[in-house]
T-cell receptor
Framework: AQSVTQPDIHITVSEGASLELRCNYS??????LFWYVQSPGQGLQLLLKYFSGDTLVQGIKGFEAEFKRSQSSFNLRKPSVHWSDAAEYFC????????????FGTGTQLKVEL | DTEVTQTPKHLVMGMTNKKSLKCEQH?????MYWYKQKAKKPPELMFV???????INESVPSRFSPECPNSSLLNLHLHALQPEDSALYLCASSPRGGRNTGELFFGEGSRLTVL
């Protein structure tokens, strides 16, 4: 069955520390891959996307993600976390070729300690 | 202008009430979406309108009735809801009406409480 998994429900990091949020997918062909962020009480904002090509993609707010086909992963990273990065992070996929059905992972709640 | 605007931000209604949620975008996007999000959960797709026609209905109960009057507006009509329908309702849009790439622009949501 097609699925997208975020193994970590909660992650706590200290401000200034590095961050890596994990995402794994299970699809027949590599889907389009996304990371969205949701601040408390807010809608979702697209951080970055991967369709094809360079496996390291840069996004907004200093985030980057690396696609690894061999591991079916698309992990999100940030070298130095800021307190304002505390939020819920969702990995999401659309089947290759596009479509209107964006499927979200279960989310990872990021807490930043000052 | 890159906004999706949702009104109202908060809505409290009884189980016998009829109310509507509204969504507006002026980015020229041709697909619009309703998602439902319960606390601590990911958004769940409810409906998709593509070129103002309903293209996806994720088996949503008929007490939720979507409407797309034109390419900029999306409504969600609510009638005879249940307390378990209390949630954050998110509207989103994307540029193409057909096979979009998954880049969605979300509004801030309407927080619905059903008493």
């Amino acid at each position: 069955a097609q699925s997208v998994t975020q193994p970590d429900i909660h992650i706590t990091v200290s401000e200034g520390a590095s961050l890596e949020l994990r995402c794994n997918y299970s699809y027949g062909a590599t889907p389009y891959l996304f990371w969205y962020v949701q601040s408390p009480g807010q809608g979702l904002q697209l951080l970055l996307k991967y369709f094809s090509g360079d496996t390291l993609v840069q996004g907004i707010k200093g985030f980057e993600a690396e696609f690894k086909r061999s591991q079916s992963s698309f992990n999100l990273r940030k070298p130095s976390v800021h307190w304002s990065d505390a939020a819920e992070y969702f990995c999401a996929v659309v089947p290759t070729g596009g479509g209107n059905k964006l499927t979200f992972g279960t989310g990872t709640q990021l807490k930043v300690e000052l | 202008d890159t906004e999706v605007t949702q009104t109202p931000k908060h809505l409290v209604m009884g189980m016998t009430n009829k109310k509507s949620l509204k969504c507006e975008q002026h980015m020229g996007h041709r697909a619009m979406y309703w998602y439902k999000q319960k606390a601590k959960k990911p958004p769940e797709l409810m409906f998709v309108y593509s070129y103002e026609k309903l293209s996806i209905n994720e088996s949503v109960p008929s007490r939720f009735s979507p409407e797309c009057p034109n390419s900029s507006l999306l409504n969600l009509h609510l009638h005879a809801l249940q307390p378990e329908d209390s949630a954050l309702y998110l509207c989103a849009s994307s540029p193409r009406g057909g096979r979009n790439t998954g880049e969605l622009f979300f509004g801030e949501g309407s927080r619905l409480t059903v008493l």
